[in-house]
């Protein structure tokens, strides 16, 4: 079972911004990652976070696959941008305070400066809540 970094080492956010609890599972132009809704967190109201909050899960989840080749290569964590959103569909309108959620995203195709990635939240039975396909900017490399 692979180890990986703290979230907060993968992604260029802090909390309440943050919103991933971790990274599950990650390997070339691939990401898992979980997360629980909790109070005070980004978006989220006392009756829990609307599902278009799931594209941000997403492009953080985008953020993570990205951070973790970075860490792998030895080099710094670069910030994005979602720049488009081709399809964004939604199971429910509400997820709740204290659910667990998982998100995944598959790069669909991409370069170093723009990547397009297909991501999907779900909630802990493996039912889906929100799926969109994204396409997202990448700044530059920070210096070595």
Do not use: N
Request: glycine share 10%; proline share 6%; charged share 25%.
């Amino acid at each position: 079972m692979t180890r990986y970094p703290p979230i907060e080492d993968l992604v260029p956010h802090a909390p309440p911004t943050l919103t991933l609890d971790e990274l599950v599972e990650a390997r070339d132009g691939f990401a898992h990652a979980r997360l629980v809704v909790r109070e005070g967190g980004l978006l989220v109201g006392a009756d829990g976070v609307d599902t278009s909050a799931g594209l941000e899960w997403m492009a953080q989840t985008v953020a993570a696959c990205l951070g973790y080749a970075a860490f792998c290569g030895g080099v710094g964590v670069r910030v994005g941008m979602v720049v488009a959103c081709r399809r964004f569909t939604r199971s429910r309108e509400r997820v709740a305070l204290g659910e667990r959620l998982d998100v995944r995203v598959t790069r669909l195709h991409g370069t170093d400066d723009i990547s397009s990635f297909d991501g999907e939240v779900l909630d802990a039975r493996g039912a889906p809540v929100a799926a969109a396909t994204m396409t997202l900017v990448h700044a530059e490399r920070p210096p070595e």
